[in-house]
């Protein structure tokens, strides 16, 4: 009976389509500050904070293994799907998989895992930026033909090698920002839950 409880039903994959879909949407709403060079570096710390809310909303709501991970797969395969490359693919599922380890190890109970749970899920954002690293030269001149050279110019300037690693630094703690923000405007969806 206790294996048969931890297994995923419909209903937690329900929670997972819901809120995924409206983490995408705000997520994507967020993204569009990136038609502006200057907040591409910042979208990692932007983006995790504006989705904060629903998705603390949703791990009040997550009790078993998977449902994280399942949310790191499917916004990597909805980006996938929308050209943004097989990295930030890659990024979702490492990084959702590492979240629900977390949750789990607090057995979906401890805010000081829900905590850090957020920050590393939110480094799936990371597989955006490590384009720009990783993949350097093809990544700007494909930008060229739908940005133009001057954009393309600016935005490496804005992005030099040592900006890697800060960057996943700076993600972590967009996604510990959306976390205690989320749990700030949520207090009373915790208390319910039972996360302290």
């Known amino acids: 009976m206790e294996a048969r409880s931890n297994k995923l039903q419909a209903k937690d994959l329900i929670n997972v389509g819901i809120f995924t879909a409206i983490y995408f949407v705000i997520f994507f709403a967020g993204m569009m500050l990136g038609y502006i060079p200057i907040f591409i570096p910042l979208l990692g710390l932007v983006c995790p904070i504006l989705c904060g809310i629903p998705f603390m909303l949703y791990l009040t709501k997550v009790k078993k293994f998977g449902m994280v991970s399942l949310t790191g797969i499917i916004l990597g395969l909805l980006n996938l799907v929308m050209g943004s490359g097989v990295l930030v693919l890659i990024f979702g599922i490492i990084f959702g998989v590492l979240g629900d380890v977390i949750l789990r190890a607090g057995k979906y109970q401890s805010w000081k ?3 850090l749970g957020n920050g590393v899920f939110s480094l799936w954002i990371m597989g955006y930026v490590s384009r720009m690293f990783l993949t350097r030269d093809t990544f700007f001149a494909s930008l060229v033909s739908s940005y133009g050279q001057e954009y393309v110019d600016t935005l490496m300037s804005y992005t030099p090698g040592w900006t890697y690693p800060v960057l996943f630094i700076v993600t972590f703690i967009g ?20 996360i302290a």
């Not at 205690?180 to 009373?188: F, I, R, S």
């Open 113 to 115: 895992c829900t905590l």
């Open 175 to 194: 996604g510990i920002l959306g976390a205690l923000l989320g749990k700030a405007v949520l207090k009373k969806h915790f208390e319910k839950a039972g």
